[in-house]
Each structure stands twice: as C-alpha cells, then as structure tokens.
C-alpha cells in the first residue's frame, strides 16, 4: 500500500521569500512517481511538478523545485520568490504500479506582504 | 474549450432526488477518473475508466454509479445520497493509466455537492 504523509497543516511565507512544503512516503513498489499540485480556492487541482523514482537529478519547473531524498522517503516541494498567487492549497501525490495517485491531506499556505 | 470541463460546479440535492455531474475532456486522453474531495481528508479515488471500461471501483456505495459513454465523457449519476456524501468531486484524464507511475493527471474544477 502507498501512503503520502503531509505534517504541515498550515504555513505562512512572505512575498519574495522561498517556502518549503514537506511530503514523506511509503510504497512498496520499485518505481514509483511523486507528484505535487496545487489547488487554488476556486477547486481546480493544477499539476506542479513530477519525480521519477529512478531520477538522478531533483525536478525543477520554473520556481517549483522537488528536493527529492529517496533514502529518506521525502520528496519536498520548494518555492522561491512567493508571490501572493501562490496562495492556496498544496497537495503531494504519489504513483505506482496501481492505477490510481494516492494523495496527502494537504498544506494550506498563505502569502503575506 | 480545451482542459476538463465539469457541470454543474454547484449541486444542491435531497437525499431522495436522482441527480448526475459530467465531465468532459479535450485532451484526447484515454484514463478517466473520479475523485472525491471531503474536508480535511485526502482525496479519494472512487472510479477509473480507461478505454471508456471501467478499470477500477473502490468499494464505492452503489448509490454512485459512474458512466463512461465514449473517451471524451464521464458521468456520475447520484441517487439517495446521503448528508455524508457532501464533497468536492473532482474529474480528472491522463493519456494513459497511472500503472507507470509518470501519468499526470488533469483535474476539472470539480462539482460542489450539498446533500440535504
């Protein structure tokens, strides 16, 4: 079974600083994809950023960035230079062998001035 | 349109009316998905179509029952819901099944349900 572990309920990050959102995981499967999307209020979940397992290198997308420690287990997602539409709600997912993503409760980050 | 497309975004229901979302994708992806999204839960996959037949149901109440007429369309037809199945539901396509592990998914903006 996957599970996706979020701990972070809440965060708060000023405009222009860098935030890092925290996701863990377990899986028992030997390839796995880790996924992170962000749902903003009006309900749309919208695809962030992917890691492959077998990846060497750590998933970069314009200001995403996947800090990916597979002997830890924890593929965290970074933001730089926060910008206040970056309010919303953040979702780290995980693929394998099954058909279907299994997902993390979620962190809920706010944008301040 | 491009993108997932979900109507209604809002739905008020009685526990007794019949009552169906839709999804429709321009993607010309052949994997569709429902979600369910409640409140502080994480979301929870109910059903996969992939080819337009039915891949996955996950122990989904048959008061749910999904309809997959052709790649493009994904019903969700409601029927005595109950207050607890009050969510967010989400529609989502990819180009294929997620077995690989590298399938993004494409979400709609999702379906507000209210059962009374």
């Known amino acids: 079974a996957q599970k996706i572990t979020q701990t972070q309920p809440g965060m708060f990050v000023q405009e222009k600083e860098a935030v890092t959102l925290d996701c863990t995981y377990d899986?028992?499967?030997?390839?796995?994809?880790l996924f992170w999307y962000k749902q903003p209020s009006s309900g749309e979940m919208i695809f962030l950023i992917y890691q492959g397992s077998y990846d060497q290198q750590n998933a970069t997308e314009g200001r995403y960035s996947l800090n990916f420690q597979k002997a830890r287990k924890s593929a965290n997602l970074v933001i730089s230079a926060s910008q206040l539409g970056d309010s919303a709600m953040y979702f780290c997912a995980m693929g394998g062998t099954a058909s279907k993503l299994t997902f993390g409760t979620g962190t809920r980050l706010q944008v301040t001035l | 349109e491009t993108g997932v497309t979900q109507t209604p975004r809002h739905l008020v229901m009685g526990m007794t009316n019949k009552k169906s979302l839709k999804c429709e994708q321009h993607l010309g992806h052949n994997a569709m998905y429902w979600y369910k999204q409640s409140a502080k839960k994480p979301l929870e996959l109910m059903f996969v179509y992939s080819l337009e037949e039915r891949v996955e149901n996950n122990s989904v109440p048959s008061r749910f029952s999904p309809e997959c007429p052709n790649s493009s369309h994904l019903f969700l037809h409601l029927h005595t819901l109950q207050p607890e199945d009050s969510a967010l539901y989400l529609c989502?396509?990819?180009?294929?099944?997620?077995?690989?592990?590298?399938?993004?998914?494409?979400f709609g903006a999702g379906s507000r349900l209210t059962v009374l």
């Open positions: 899986t028992s499967d030997p390839s796995y994809g």
């Open positions: 989502a396509s990819s180009r294929g099944r997620v077995s690989s592990g590298a399938n993004v998914l494409t």
